[in-house]
Each structure stands twice: as C-alpha cells, then as structure tokens.
C-alpha cells in the first residue's frame, strides 16, 4: 500500500549489531495521524526500528544503520541538529525509567533542556502532561517527591507524561503497558486516541489485542523482516497476506 | 522420621559451615591487627610529643627539638597544588573517556597507558619530575615541581576512579535523557555527575592521603630537609611532613624519639582525618541518592 505524503518514510533501513542483524530491508510508510500497530515475537526488530527513528541507536556501540529514513521528507540522517529531532519524538521504553529527580522535574526536563525558564509555563506544561498520562490525581499532591520512589505503575505513566512534555509530532510507544494495571491502560488508550489527532503515533506491543483496538494499519515483524503491513482489520482478518501473520496473531506460533 | 529431619548430612553440614565462618572471621581480624598495632605504637610513643608548641613551632637545634610547623604547612602546600592540577584534569579525562569516546584503538591505548601509570613505583614518577620540571621546564626544586609529580602520580587513580563512579549510573538515565533530546553535555550536567558526584569525590580525596603520605616523588623535586621560612609561593622548596620523617629517622642523629613518632603521629592522624572526610561525604550523599 502507498501512502500519499508520508510523515515517515523507510527505505531499505538495516540495522545490524556487529555480526548480528536485526533489521533487513524495512520499507515502510507512516500517514500525518496514523496509528500504527507494530506487533511481533521478541527479537525481531522492533524497538530497533523505533531507536533509528530518533538516532539514539547510534550510541549503542556496535549497531550498524543503513538506508534512508525520512520525517515530511526530510532525511533525519542529514539533520544537524540531533536534539531537535529527538524533540519532534516522544519515547516510552518498556521499562519504566524515572529519571533520579521529582515527579515535576521529570515532566519538566525536556522543556528545561530547551531552554524553558518560565515558572508559569512549565507548570501548565507538567500539569497537562501529567493529566494526558492519567496520572495527575494519583501525584498532584506530591509533585515534589522523587520520581523513582513512584510504584512502577505510575512511573511508567510518568515516562508518557515526560514524552509528551516537549509536544512531540511523533509519538513512540514502546510495550508501554506492561507495568501498567489493564484499567489504568485503558484510560491512557482513550488519551491515545485523542491524542492522534495532533500527533502520529507508533504503537510496538505484545498485546496483539492492543494493536487491533487502537491501530489504523498493523505491522508484523518477525526476526528483522517486515513480513506484512496492512489494515488491522486485514492483518487481524481471516485472511493475512502471509500465513505466519495468521499464525502469529492467532497465537498458533511456535 | 519425616523429610526434614535432621540427618548426619545435615549436621556435618552445619558444621562446616561454621568452621568457614570462625576461619574467615580469623582472617578478618588478621587485617584488622597490623593497622591497630601501628596505630596504637604511633600514639604510644608519639602522643606525649604532642603539644601545641610541637604543631605551632619550628625545628630547632638542628631538629633534635622543637615543633613541625613548615613541614605540615608544606605538606598542605603540595597536596593543594597538586590536587588542583590533577583533580580537575583527571576527572574531565574519565568525563570524556566513559562519556563521548568511542571504544576505538586510541580509547584503548589511552586505558591501557592509565593502568600502567597507576602501576608504575612511585621513585620511577620521582626521576621522571627530575628530569621533566626540574630540568627541562627548568622549575628547579619547587613546589610547583614536586606538585607537579604528585599529580602525575595521582591522575591515573583519580581517571580510573572517576570513571568507575559515571559508569555505575545506570545506562537507561542517559538514554531517557537523550529521547527527549537533551544533548551529550546537559546529559552529563543534569543527570550523570550529579548522581555519580560521591564516587568521584571519595576517589579524588583518597589520592589526597596517598599524596600527602609520598616521601618518593618529592625527595628530589621540591621537599627539602629544612627550610628556614614557609613557602610564600610555588617557586619555593618546603618541608613535608613526609619527608621530615625520613629525614629524622635515617638523616639526623640525637633525634628523642618521640619527636621521630609525634611527626609519624601527626601525618597519619592528617591522613585518617581526611578519609574520614571522605567517609562522612560519602555517606552523606548515598543517603540522598535517589536510585
């Protein structure tokens, strides 16, 4: 299928780790708004992709990427201007990292990074994040404490909170639910699901379940290739393009 | 008789086990001996030396009587000067090396030069700041001279130390940072240093006990047997608490012993209390950790 004006594009993206590979010849195309479902067994490339999209794969030593990745068509591996890329980006890691500071510096890091000194603004800025993660009731009483001392439920809607407090265009979600109870889960959903209309975002989970909920297209990868991607409902359907789709999302995977 | 009870096995067991326990117990107190025993000679012979007089006051008659004032003021002359050069230098070497540098032949040639430095005795530092400040920078027997090899001697430790101190703050601390794109620098400022600041800080104040302690890098490079008058700037030579140790047990005959001990006395006593420093930094700083 063929996006028309890609908010981001692959084109033949490799990644290799030393000897190992693990991702062989990504073509894949993002719509302005779309979410996108990215399901598949652990291994197979899926974090890695989300890490060349904000170049910070680049500092794991050893990891090789090759081929052209493209934000409105612009190639991100040509931007100078590294911090402002990782600006445009939200990311939430699987696990939960709240950085050694209070709840309110945490949300408040990024705008602060970008120079952002006005007292007034960043409360504005923490308390809209903080209220977009579900999270804002549970701590507006204890903004001051340290942001790791939070149960890790709550400190993985604190790195979602954190990752929209620079206003990303794009929005990276990496297993963003696994420490997080499944009511708490489906609040944040609902967010995702307003939140879409002002960013793309890139859904990776292992809740296979999760992807056809929320995803316009899903795609599968399986040890660094893209095997398909396509509407959820068709990669959910009866009737996948390939068979190990079917398998996988019927759980008949080895 | 069930599953559980006790069985010959079991009891043989707990016996060796016990025996473990008294042997490493034994070898505890083994290390713990030699340390008490020294501490407990210095005081017994040096303490009665000790007097206000003796800290405050000048050698005299040849150093068979009087006080250590110029060499302990000496002493804070050389560990100042070269902590000031090497501290600062050491720990934005280890900065760059854990933190921007790559693992590439140079980076690997500069760890493998530390560790050799870190190895190298400390009289062979000495020849080298004869030869290096003394003659060819031309600094003569100085301060700034012995300073200077102090600190040469002092770097290695302080670099591997910090590096060991950034590299116990956890990966994923910078990597948050980074997705939300703050640069290599504010990483560093904002989230590393402030949690390895401890580590650093312990590593650097130890190097200041084991500068304070060497009689070796000085002998030639700037510490002298007496010295009329304290050093007023780096170009002077001084006396060091070390060195006039040396000095009064091996150079000087008549010398009342206790003055030889009350001198030992006073350099381990500085040594102590600055790693009690470092202790209570230390431990201060843990308990505010947040990870």
Redesign the interface.
């Known amino acids: 299928m063929v996006v028309q004006h890609p908010k981001i594009a692959f084109r033949d993206l490799k990644v290799r780790y030393g000897e190992k590979t693990a991702l062989e010849g990504i073509n894949l195309e993002v719509a302005k708004n779309e979410i996108l479902g990215i399901i598949g067994p652990a291994g197979s490339g899926k974090t890695s992709l989300l890490r060349v999209l904000?170049r910070?794969l680049q500092?794991t030593?050893g990891a090789k990427v090759t081929g052209d990745v493209r934000i409105d068509g612009e190639d991100i591996h040509r931007m100078r201007d590294v911090?402002?890329?990782?600006?445009r980006?939200?990311?939430v890691?699987p696990?939960p990292?709240g950085?050694?500071?209070s709840v309110y510096d945490n949300v408040a890091?990024?705008p602060r990074?970008?120079g952002v000194t006005d007292k007034k603004v960043l409360d504005g800025v923490v308390e809209r994040c903080l209220r977009q993660a579900a999270l804002w009731e549970e701590v507006e009483k204890r903004l001051g404490d340290?942001g790791?001392k939070l149960s890790g439920g709550q400190q993985q809607r604190l790195?979602i909170a954190?990752?929209l407090?620079?206003s990303p265009e794009i929005l990276c979600l990496d297993e963003f639910s696994i420490a997080i109870d499944p009511v708490t889960t489906m609040r944040i959903e609902e967010v995702l699901k307003e939140l879409r209309k002002h960013m793309t975002i890139f859904l990776v989970t292992n809740l296979v379940q999760q992807a056809r909920r929320l995803a316009d297209r899903t795609a599968f990868l399986l040890l660094g290739e893209l095997v398909e991607v396509g509407p959820t409902e068709e990669v959910f359907g009866r009737n996948p393009r390939d068979r190990r789709t079917f398998d996988y999302v019927h759980g008949i995977f080895g | 008789m069930g599953v559980f009870a006790t069985s010959a096995t079991a009891r043989r067991r707990h016996r060796t086990q016990k025996l473990a326990f008294v042997v490493l117990l034994g070898v505890t107190v083994l290390l713990i001996l030699p340390v008490l025993a020294i501490l407990g000679m210095l005081v017994y012979r040096g303490a009665p030396a000790l007097s206000l007089e003796f800290l405050f006051s000048e050698p005299v008659r040849g150093m068979t009587a009087g006080g250590i004032w110029p060499a302990i003021v000496g002493t804070m002359w050389l560990v100042g000067v070269s902590l000031a050069i090497s501290a600062p230098i050491g720990v934005l070497a280890a900065v760059y090396l854990n933190e921007y540098a790559g693992d590439t032949w140079y980076t690997r040639v500069i760890h493998l030069a530390i560790v050799n430095l870190a190895g190298v005795p400390s009289i062979v530092h000495a020849l080298f700041g004869v030869g290096a400040f003394v003659l060819f920078f031309e600094f003569g027997t100085s301060i700034l001279s012995a300073s200077l090899t102090l600190a040469i001697m002092t770097l290695p430790v302080i670099i591997a130390s910090t590096k060991e101190s950034l590299s116990a703050v956890p990966m994923s601390f910078r990597e948050a940072c980074w997705n939300v794109g703050a640069t290599r620098w504010q990483t560093i400022r904002h989230v590393v240093l402030p949690n390895s600041i401890a580590g650093i800080l312990t590593g650097v104040i130890l190097q200041v006990s084991r500068a304070a302690g060497e009689t070796a890098p000085i002998i030639f490079t700037g510490a002298a047997v007496f010295v009329p008058f304290l050093p007023s700037s780096v170009n002077d030579q001084t006396m060091a608490l070390s060195m006039h140790l040396f000095t009064l047990s091996t150079q000087v005959q008549n010398v009342p012993q206790e003055i030889t001990y009350g001198t030992a006395l006073v350099l381990v006593g500085l040594v102590v209390l600055i790693n009690g420093v470092s202790i209570v930094i230390r431990s201060r700083i843990r308990r505010r950790r947040k990870w």
């Open positions: 904000n910070t500092n030593p911090s402002g890329l990782r600006r980006i939200g990311m890691a696990l990292v950085l050694p500071m890091f990024a990074m970008a340290l790791t790195t954190r990752a407090s620079h």
